[in-house]
C-alpha cells in the first residue's frame, strides 16, 4: 500500500513538474496578451468614438457611411439575408474597429467580429436598434474582461507557487515505508533460510 501510495505522490510531482515547464507558461503568456490585446483596443475604442448629433459614431457598411442606429441596424439584417455560406467576410467599420460579418452553424445565428487587437465576436439579434445595442455592450466589457483576465493571472502564479510547494514536499510516509521494506527483507531473509533447511532435511 504504501509503495502504492509512493507512486501515486511521484506522478502527482511528475505532472506538476511538467505543468511548471508547459502548462501554467503557456497560460500565463495567453492571459498576458489579452490583457494587452485588451487595453489596446479600448484605447482603439476611445479615439474611434466620435458621437454625431443622433448620439451614434457613423457606421461604414460595405463602403456606406450610416447616421442613426437604426438604419445601420436595418443595412446590416438585409445584408444577412444575402449571405448563402457561413465563412467571415468583411462588413466595414465601427468605431474604430473593422467588422466582419459571418454566421455560425453550431449556434445557427449570425455575429459581428470586431478586429482590433483581438477579435471580438458579437452575435446578432433580429432587431435593427439590438443589433447596434449588441455591439456597444461587447465594447463597453472590455474593462470588465481585463478585470477577469487579471483575476485569471493571479490565480494561476497562485497555482504556480503552489505547484512548487509540492513538489518540493517529500512523501509522507517515506520512512515507514522504507522501515516496512528493511523488515520485508529481513522476513524474506529469513523465510528463505528456512526454505534452504527444509530442502536439506
Known amino acids: 500500500k504504501l509503495k502504492l501510495q509512493k507512486a501515486d505522490h511521484l506522478s502527482q510531482r511528475y505532472a506538476l513538474e ?5 502548462k501554467f507558461p503557456r497560460e500565463i503568456a495567453e492571459q498576458e496578451e489579452r490583457i494587452k490585446g485588451l487595453d489596446a483596443d479600448m484605447e482603439t475604442a476611445k479615439s474611434g468614438t466620435v458621437p454625431n448629433e443622433n448620439g451614434f459614431s457613423p457606421m461604414d457598411i460595405l463602403g456606406a457611411t450610416y447616421e442613426k442606429r437604426a438604419d445601420a441596424g436595418k443595412a446590416i439584417l438585409d445584408i444577412c439575408e444575402r449571405i448563402s455560406t457561413p465563412e467571415a467576410r468583411a462588413l466595414g467599420a465601427y468605431r474604430g474597429f473593422k467588422t466582419e460579418i459571418g454566421f455560425d452553424t453550431m449556434e445557427r445565428e449570425f455575429y459581428i467580429v470586431l478586429c482590433g487587437a483581438l477579435r471580438h465576436k458579437v452575435p446578432l439579434g433580429k432587431d435593427a436598434g439590438g443589433i447596434i445595442t449588441r455591439l456597444d455592450n461587447a465594447i463597453e466589457a ?6 477577469g483576465c487579471k483575476i485569471q493571472l493571479e490565480e494561476l502564479y497562485k ?7 509540492e513538489i518540493a514536499t517529500p512523501f ?3 520512512a515507514e515505508l522504507e522501515e516496512k521494506c528493511r523488515r520485508l ?8 533460510m528456512d526454505k534452504h533447511e527444509n530442502e536439506i532435511v
Open 142 to 147: 472590455f474593462e470588465k474582461r481585463k478585470d
Open 159 to 165: 497555482q504556480v507557487e503552489n505547484a512548487k510547494k
Open 185 to 192: 527483507a529481513e522476513l524474506n531473509a529469513e523465510l528463505d
Open 18 to 22: 511538467d505543468s511548471l515547464v508547459k
Open 172 to 174: 509522507a510516509r517515506e
